[in-house]
């Protein structure tokens, strides 16, 4: 069983900044592809990023890539999605997702994940 805890969410103004983090238990984490999704209101939950095992490997949404970075420290248990110039059609719920099966997997969409995090959410406003 793994846990994933997201934090770092909130209320920001277009352009601005935010880092999620989002923290795994257990001893396989260095193990797991990684990845974020985010979901807003009557809409499905889309890819957003994700990261290999070693942090080596990364692939974006088109909607994100140039602004938002993922990256993780196996040491810590943690992976992170830096977010920067937020636009309000960013706004929603972020959650993090752990393959636990493959350790590189870029491609997987929703079905790929096997567990998955509360959800933090995030409003920017114009």
């Known amino acids: 069983q793994v846990q994933l805890v997201e934090s770092g969410g909130g209320l920001v103004q277009a352009g601005g900044s935010l880092r999620l983090s989002c923290a795994a238990s257990?001893?396989?984490?260095?193990?797991?592809?990684m990845g974020w999704f985010r979901q807003s209101p009557g809409k499905e939950r889309e890819f957003v990023a994700v990261?290999?095992?070693?942090?080596?490997?990364?692939r974006y949404a088109d909607s994100v890539a140039g602004r938002f970075t993922i990256s993780r420290d196996n040491a810590k248990n943690t992976v992170y999605l830096r977010m920067n110039s937020l636009k309000p059609e960013d706004t929603a719920d972020y959650y993090c997702a752990a393959d636990i099966t493959y350790i590189n997997n870029l491609d997987g969409g929703v079905d790929a994940y096997d567990y998955w995090g509360q959800g933090t959410q995030v409003t920017v406003s114009s």
């Open positions: 257990g001893r396989g984490f260095s193990s797991y592809t």
């Open positions: 990261i290999g095992w070693n942090g080596a490997n990364t």
